[in-house]
């Protein structure tokens, strides 16, 4: 099956940092989003992007589906960026894959 | 729009109890889908359903069931409950099925078995 890698594991950034987060998948894919899990557990969904480059506000996220990898841009930090950072994709068998995620760290 | 509504929000059980976890999904929205979330095994897909009919299902025992009504509400049901069910369940809704538009999370059911 279809397996999906983030990296880098952990990041701790001070706030106004920029990043960038990674998730690399090993087949082509017809969607992509992007995730993030804040301390309190609540998931809020980024980015919902097949393909290209998509902004909002700060983050920003561009998916290149002939090389498979998406990444995604964080820009001038905010502690209350913290959180995990979750890239997901759909297998043949239209189950949701997840990757392992993004812990960041934001120190004020 | 309201957003996914989970509830309850936190639950204790016993083990070999068996709980119901209840999720409204955003007005329009005809899937739902469920997940297990635990420190050691990140989020793991339990099941879909789509227009009260179950699309696909995750690696879980059969202990694990759901349903969707009519109006789009889904429960999940979890019996004979074991220490190792302990997690945040979390449920989703997008407006297709089979993943193919965005996924919003409810905030989430704390299950803990003792």
């Known amino acids: 099956g279809i397996q999906v890698e983030q990296s880098p594991p952990d990041l701790i950034l001070q706030e106004g940092a920029n990043s960038t987060l990674r998730c690399n998948f090993s087949?082509?894919?017809?969607?992509l989003q992007w995730f993030h899990q804040n301390p309190w557990g609540q998931l809020i969904n980024l980015f919902y992007?097949?393909?290209?480059?998509k902004q909002n506000g700060r983050l920003s996220a561009t998916t290149v589906a002939t090389e498979r990898y998406s990444l995604l841009y964080i820009s001038s930090s905010q502690t209350t960026d913290s959180g995990v950072y979750f890239c997901?994709?759909?297998?043949?068998?239209?189950?949701?894959?997840w990757g392992a995620g993004t812990k960041l760290i934001i120190k004020p | 729009k309201a957003g996914v509504t989970q509830t309850p929000r936190y639950l204790i059980k016993t083990r070999g109890q068996q709980v119901t976890l209840s999720c409204s999904p955003i007005?329009?929205?005809?899937?739902v889908s469920w997940y297990q979330q635990t420190p050691g095994q990140g989020l793991q897909f339990l099941f879909e359903?789509?227009?009260?009919?179950?699309?696909n299902k995750g690696n879980f025992p059969g202990r694990f069931s759901g349903r969707q009504f009519s109006n789009s509400r889904s429960e999940m049901n979890v019996s004979t409950l074991e220490l190792g069910d302990s997690a945040l369940y979390l449920c989703?809704?997008?407006?297709?099925?089979?993943?193919?538009?965005?996924?919003?999370f409810g905030n989430g059911t704390r299950l803990t078995v003792t």
């Open positions: 989703a809704s997008s407006l297709a099925g089979g993943f193919r538009s965005p996924l919003h």
């Open positions: 087949d082509s894919v017809n969607n």
């Open positions: 997901a994709v759909p297998d043949s068998n239209y189950q949701l894959i």
């Open positions: 359903y789509f227009s009260e009919t179950q699309r």
């Open positions: 992007i097949p393909s290209g480059t």
């Open positions: 007005s329009g929205h005809r899937s």
